[in-house]
């Protein structure tokens, strides 16, 4: 949890460099995002995906629980995420999310949410997920960079 902070910390502050603003927009991208999630207790990892003109993302995300209590496993939600955003506002964007992934190896049905993201800039952005229909309500947030 506190390499996770570290390195989300260390990355906006380097932030400018990854922008590159005297480039100009590509239609695709990769995409990076640290991310936390509260499915069946509180999971943090990352996702790494590509993005198409800032509409559509299609991401794998790899998510564990680190307090192992009695198991001698960890917890961990994997799998595929899909999501399109729509601009509403300058800075806001807002849109669907889909999730299908598994659950300790254990196939999950696939879980619909929306999703609100703020833009700080071109290649940096602060996403919030809260389920609509899922067979367990869940919220994610994440911080978004694209890399270009």
Partial sequence: MR???????????????????????KPVTVQVSPTMIDYEG??????????????LSV???HLRDYEYGDNFFDNR?????????????????IGPTARFATMNANWQNLALAG?????FSKSFRMSLEKSVRSDHNFWATKLIFNLY
Avoid at 10 to 20: D, E, F, N, Y
Avoid at 77 to 93: K, T
């Fill in 3 to 25: 390499t996770l902070l570290i390195v989300c910390l260390m990355a906006s502050l380097i932030h400018p460099v990854w922008s590159q603003n005297f480039e100009p927009l």
């Fill in 115 to 119: 999703e609100m993201r703020y833009k």
């Fill in 42 to 55: 509180l999971k943090y990892g990352v996702a790494l995906g590509i993005n198409f003109k800032q509409f």
């Fill in 59 to 61: 991401n794998y995300f």
């Fill in 77 to 93: 939600y994997a799998g595929l995420y899909f999501n399109i955003v729509i601009p509403v506002f300058q800075n806001l964007e």
